[in-house]
């Protein structure tokens, strides 16, 4: 006859996990695609890149992430950030980080312009 075992007692152990992924672009040390895990702050993420490059505009960092299905962005300051005078924003997967470069002239550069520091996400 088979036998039961009542009140068995099981333990996982999670050896591995897929990550997320973030992408970093622009004037950063070493753009590329970065895997994250738990909570990432944009600080942090700038740091897997290696920083940002002496090009960087630092009132130019821009986040892209899907809200409801729509390509929305965010400006950020990171001098004001990295001062402590504003929020250092917490990074999701499949966000994309864009550094733009002083004094560009790009699409990017007039899409930053019209954004103000530290906005929502707006529709991009």
Request: proline fraction near 5%.
């Amino acid at each position: 006859m088979p036998r039961s075992v009542q009140n068995p007692q099981v333990t996982v152990f999670v050896k591995e996990y897929a990550s997320q992924r973030i992408t970093m672009e622009g004037a950063i040390n070493k753009p590329g695609i970065y895997p994250i895990s738990g909570k990432t702050s944009l600080l942090q993420a700038i740091a897997m890149g290696g920083g940002v490059t002496n090009l960087a505009d630092l009132q130019g960092i821009v986040v892209f992430r899907q809200v409801d299905g729509k390509k929305m962005g965010a400006k950020f300051d990171l001098k004001a950030i990295r001062a402590g005078s504003s929020e250092d924003p917490q990074i999701y997967g499949d966000d994309i980080i864009v550094v733009d470069e002083s004094g560009s002239k790009s699409a990017l550069r007039r899409f930053i312009e019209t954004l103000p520091v530290f906005s929502f996400f707006g529709i991009f």
